[in-house]
């Protein structure tokens, strides 16, 4: 029989409790994206409704991102102090309000309001979930741990696309936006009623709480002790810029595809609206793969074979973030295969990259300015997200073409190549008292 300590240093045999928090979270953003996708599974019918244009859109698009952004950084000071539990609970509420306010507006105005409370209600939820996962998983397993919830956002336009379609061509688009704001608060009790942090779980085993602690981490001691960073101090660090500008690159891109793939396939390929919500769930689907297999499953893997922790997901960012370049490729497509693969190329790549990003959170911060940093990256993030919805807007409407909205996100995207390699460097947490990570000397996780 194992004993406790081999238990608790090889996690086999181990309950597996802090698994079911990273399933629950994760459900949290396929809920959470319903509410996102369902937008792009509206546009014909929203343009029919309200009398809008392309450029109209573009700022419905992103009148979600622009409270989502501007929440970030102070929703990371807030979970900090108040932790995940409190803070998510009255997030999922208010997004599943806005969803339901979303259905029964009768004005543009009052769906733009809808749109801006949908991005208070789900601002914590990613920095919230890597604020989790730092507490509930040890340095080994976060990346798969943060993929799962990586992942989902995916899977929901997957599968909310083509399944929120077919709702909307049913039964129209305000009762499609009444379907999410069902999933939505549902969601909302079930998260009430699980969450807590490890300190609070009376349910959680003495060896999967020491294995969560990673006490064999000689970095634990540090962070037990490390004092919160004033923002100010984080806003200079070089690696928190260097995320900064590869998750805004990745950000920009997935935004792009998030809000107008459909209608990029419906208008300028001719694919009528049914078949265009099926061919974007394709994508999708393999940038879920792509997330679990390669960014979580893969990176965790070689991690705990014994290889450089740094090296493994400093390749994988880099890589993933260079595939994503294939956005180039389907600027000149001529037919719905040939988009379809550059497309998948691009978003699939940028999965493979992602959960490895944002489980750099919690690797290049001590544990009190986890939220801080998280909000930081998100942010940027979200501004990108905001700029994506309305210059395609633009874009698309100035030339007809998606051409010009594919060459800007390339160009985003090398620039967000030049931050992970230049800036980020090493994947490590500064020494005690250091003013800045990455700057002196760290050691690697």
């Not at 509410?35 to 546009?43: F, Q």
């Not at 992602?354 to 919690?362: G, I, K, M, Q, R």
């Amino acid at each position: 029989m194992a004993t406790t300590e081999t238990l608790v240093t090889t996690g086999q045999g181990l309950p597996r409790r802090r698994w079911r928090i990273a399933w629950l979270l994760g459900i949290g953003i396929l809920v959470n994206y319903f509410d996102r996708v369902n937008l792009s599974v509206s546009h014909n019918a929203l343009v029919g409704a309200f009398g809008i244009s392309d450029v109209v859109f573009g700022y419905l698009s992103s009148a979600y991102n622009w409270t989502y952004a501007l929440c970030q950084i102070p929703i990371g000071v807030i979970l900090d102090k108040f932790g995940v539990k409190r803070v998510e609970r009255i997030g999922t509420f208010l997004w599943s309000v806005a969803s339901f306010a979303a259905a029964i507006t009768s004005s543009l105005g009052g769906f733009f309001g809808a749109r801006l409370l949908l991005g208070v209600g789900e601002a914590p939820a990613f920095p919230a979930n890597a604020r989790a996962v730092g507490l509930w998983f040890p340095v080994r397993e976060r990346s798969f741990a943060t993929a799962v919830s990586d992942a989902a956002a995916k899977l929901a336009s997957a599968v909310g696309v083509p399944l929120i379609g077919i709702v909307l061509i049913h039964v129209g688009w305000r009762l499609s936006f009444a379907f999410t704001g069902v999933v939505s608060f549902v969601y909302c009790l079930v998260f009430w009623r699980v969450y807590r942090d490890p300190a609070d779980d009376p349910e959680l085993s003495d060896a999967e709480r020491e294995y969560i602690a990673d006490l064999e981490n000689p970095e634990h001691a540090q962070q037990i002790v490390e004092k919160p960073s004033p923002l100010k101090t984080l806003l200079a660090q070089r690696k928190v810029i260097g995320v900064a500008l590869g998750f805004g690159s990745y950000n920009y891109v997935f935004y792009l595809l998030l809000y107008w793939l459909p209608s990029y396939l419906s208008t300028t390929l001719h694919i009528d609206l049914l078949h265009s919500f099926a061919y974007t769930s394709v994508p999708w689907l393999i940038a879920t793969v792509t997330d679990l297999a390669i960014g979580g499953w893969l990176v965790d893997s070689l991690v705990k074979r014994g290889w450089n922790a740094s090296t493994v997901r400093r390749t994988v960012i880099l890589a993933g973030t260079s595939f994503g370049l294939g956005i180039l490729g389907a600027a000149h497509a001529r037919d719905a295969m040939q988009a379809l693969i550059w497309i998948s190329v691009s978003i699939g790549g940028l999965s493979a990259a992602a959960p490895v990003a944002w489980s750099l959170t919690s690797m290049i911060a001590a544990r009190g300015d986890i939220g801080k940093v998280g909000g930081i990256i998100n942010f940027s993030g979200q501004i990108s997200g905001i700029a994506a919805s309305i210059l395609t807007g633009y874009l698309v409407a100035a030339f007809h073409t998606y051409a010009w909205a594919f060459a800007v996100a390339g160009v985003y995207l090398a620039i967000g190549i030049a931050g992970y390699g230049f800036l980020l460097g090493k994947i490590e947490l500064p020494r005690r008292g250091e003013p800045q990570a990455g700057q002196g000397n760290s050691r690697v996780l």
